[in-house]
């Protein structure tokens, strides 16, 4: 099993442009989130899905959108793209049965926004 | 307001030494307390706590988890570098993880 995967795992992007980030887990679970963390900070939920076909907004939800089209997949995309966004993405899943919360993560994304 | 606190932000300790992480949480729709270590990559799991009292180890790690007081411990004895790292804790509540602002760890030699 790869667990959760990210692509890409590093981008640059002028202000203003968009972009998909890609997150997806071969371990059939139903929750899947976004975080970003910013440097010397903890993470901060963007969105999070607790099933295909559901979205729902977290703590800093602005300035992105999600997408859960299929289980295994959750996208997080960026229209227009402000240097405040520049972080490490990280995306993570987890069963969501109620007797087993520990989220798996993917290696992060790097985006930098010029 | 931060719903999870983390204390302290930073610490600075020799090997061999014992510490002790800290972490305070809100009580709404509580699911269970984790523990994360992170080096210079993704958050690796390290505990899951839900019931009051009883702890958990793993090796020189453990953990315990008081609801009444609303707060969790990390205990790291005899202290290795290798144990450098920013380490996390998170409330589960609803279906939403809330993260601290980490504790900052680092061992020296």
């Known amino acids: 099993n790869a667990g959760v995967t990210q692509t890409p795992k590093f981008r640059v992007l002028k202000t203003g442009q968009s972009m998909t980030l890609l997150c997806a887990q071969d371990?059939?679970?139903?929750?899947m989130y976004w975080y970003r963390q910013d440097p010397g900070m903890g993470l901060r939920l963007i969105h999070y899905?607790?099933?295909?076909?559901?979205?729902a907004k977290g703590e800093v939800p602005d300035g992105y959108n999600v997408s859960r089209l299929k289980k295994q997949n959750f996208l997080l995309g960026l229209e227009s793209a402000a240097p405040s966004q520049t972080s490490v993405y990280f995306c993570?899943?987890?069963?969501?049965?109620?007797?087993?919360?520990?989220?798996?993560f993917g290696p992060g994304t790097r985006l930098t926004v010029l | 307001e931060d719903k999870v606190v983390q204390s302290p932000l930073s610490l600075v300790v020799h090997e061999g030494d014992t510490v002790t992480l800290n972490c305070s949480y809100e009580?709404?729709?509580?699911?269970?307390l984790l523990w994360y270590k992170q080096e210079k990559k993704a958050p690796t799991f390290l505990f899951m706590l839900?019931?009051?009292?009883i702890e958990k180890k793993s090796g020189r790690l453990s953990s315990i988890l008081d609801k009444k007081e609303l707060f969790s411990i990390l205990n790291i004895t005899a202290t290795q570098t290798g144990d450098s790292a920013i380490y996390l804790c998170?409330?589960?509540?609803?279906?939403?993880?809330?993260f601290g602002g980490g504790t900052r760890l680092m061992v020296k030699p």
């Open positions: 998170a409330e589960f509540a609803g279906n939403m993880l809330t």
């Open positions: 993570a899943s987890c069963p969501g049965i109620p007797s087993y919360n520990e989220q798996f």
């Open positions: 899905s607790v099933g295909e076909g559901t979205t």
């Open positions: 371990m059939n679970h139903e929750y």
């Open positions: 839900t019931s009051s009292g």
């Open positions: 009580v709404t729709n509580f699911r269970s």
